[in-house]
């Protein structure tokens, strides 16, 4: 089959897609912007060669592009088009489609509610995606989300006769740390996974913890590893620096975390923590709810390298993850919580246990044959 798979942002997210798809029979091109591109480079290595790569040009607009995309799609016979990031450009997406007929087309969305709620506003822009996110729903027939925990909340907002699938973001391809941890079998690195951005994760509560392990003189590492957005991160990196913690917290100050650096830091932790704000507003004033109307992408780093978490009560995630999950009702447990673990090397062994057998639920060969439409 002839595949078209469409990413802008989410390049961690595009890599399990490709994957997936790319069973040796399969033609696959990608539609991708530069800076995605770099990081593509560092996940598929010795690889790139086995796709085509079609990338946004610098002195290219986003519009241009999708001009681009659909000639390059009518040019090619691609038979399937997979947009996995749509974030702006709606009515021409919207059109791309309509021109596309009668190719396969599927969409994933990565926050549910702001194709189905709308907040009126007098702001000609806001009033121009309400319109584009509107026609694009009506006009695409398959959706993709990427928890188990979103398909229902989806699939009760749309016609019957569409089609909604559930492709993770991650596949689990064995990480090296693995088997470290399981002989170490206590908590020495605490990683906090995902772009610095205060709408999304309670950093007060990271900031507390290093707080506390500093003056315990308690010998856990804590990392925020993400790059730090631009709007919503700096005051937190700002803070960090202010409260002088020293190597109880490492942070990064660049805009991305290139992948290898990133995967080097997951495979040497013991433990995830997930601080999720349950309940955010990321675009147009509209409510997202963490695990149901969109998936925390920082659950899918922990597939990949096989690790136990802790996060809030609250959080809903995959029932595959559920025996690798630890919870707390409060912040102020995070650190009770800790402290117990290092006191039964047992159970933190269990958990480790547990994690890779949890991550072997979503193996390439795993997630094809819960997709099998797709797939095979």
């Known amino acids: ?33 530069p800076h995605a591109y ?45 947009l996995n990031t749509v974030t702006d450009n709606y009515i021409s997406y919207y059109w791309m489609i309509r021109k596309l007929k009668p190719t396969r087309i599927i969409m994933t969305l990565h926050s549910i509610n702001n194709y189905f709620e ?6 000609v822009r806001r009033m121009t995606r309400t319109v584009g996110k509107k026609k694009l729903i009506h006009e695409v027939n398959e959706f993709n989300v990427v ?10 907002r749309i016609p019957a006769n569409k089609k909604v699938h559930c492709v993770p973001g991650a596949v689990y391809e064995g990480a090296g740390g693995v088997s470290r941890r399981q002989h170490e079998m206590r908590i020495s690195k605490i990683v906090v996974p995902g772009t610095v951005d205060h709408r999304r994760r309670d950093y007060e509560a990271v900031i507390k913890l290093a707080e506390k392990l500093k003056n315990d003189d308690i010998p856990i590492q ?16 700002n803070e960090i620096k202010k409260r002088n913690l020293g190597e109880k917290l490492r942070f990064y100050e660049t805009e991305v ?3 290898p650096e990133f995967d080097k830091v997951m495979d040497e932790a013991d433990l995830v923590l997930l601080p999720s704000t349950i309940n955010n507003t990321i675009l147009d004033d509209i409510p997202e709810i963490y695990g149901l109307s969109m998936s925390s992408g920082n659950l899918f780093d922990i597939i990949k390298h096989a690790l136990p ?18 919870r707390y009702d409060s912040p102020s447990e995070i650190i009770e919580i800790i402290m117990a ?28 044959q819960r997709n099998t439409d797709l797939f095979l």
């Open 1 to 33: 089959m002839k595949i078209g798979i469409f990413e802008t942002t989410h390049f961690e997210g595009a890599y399990p897609v490709i994957r997936l798809f790319d069973n040796g029979k399969n033609d696959i091109t990608i539609f991708t912007y």
């Open 38 to 82: 770099e990081q593509f480079q560092f996940l598929f290595a010795g690889e790139l060669h086995k796709f085509r790569w079609i990338i946004k040009k610098e002195d290219e607009s986003k519009r241009q592009f999708i001009g681009r995309m659909t000639s390059e799609t009518k040019s090619l016979q691609l038979e399937l088009l997979y």
């Open 118 to 123: 709308h907040r009126f506003a007098l702001n």
């Open 147 to 156: 928890a188990m925990t979103m398909v229902n909340y989806l699939a009760e």
């Open 222 to 237: 804590l990392t925020i590893l993400g790059g730090v957005h631009p709007l919503y991160g700096v005051e937190i990196i």
């Open 257 to 259: 975390v290139d992948q």
């Open 309 to 326: 978490f802790l996060c809030p009560r609250k959080l809903r995630v995959d029932p595959f993850l559920e025996d690798s999950c630890l």
């Open 341 to 368: 673990l290092n006191e039964s090397p047992l159970v933190v062994s269990s958990l480790m246990t547990k994690a890779k057998a949890a991550s072997a639920n979503y193996t390439v060969e795993a997630v094809r």
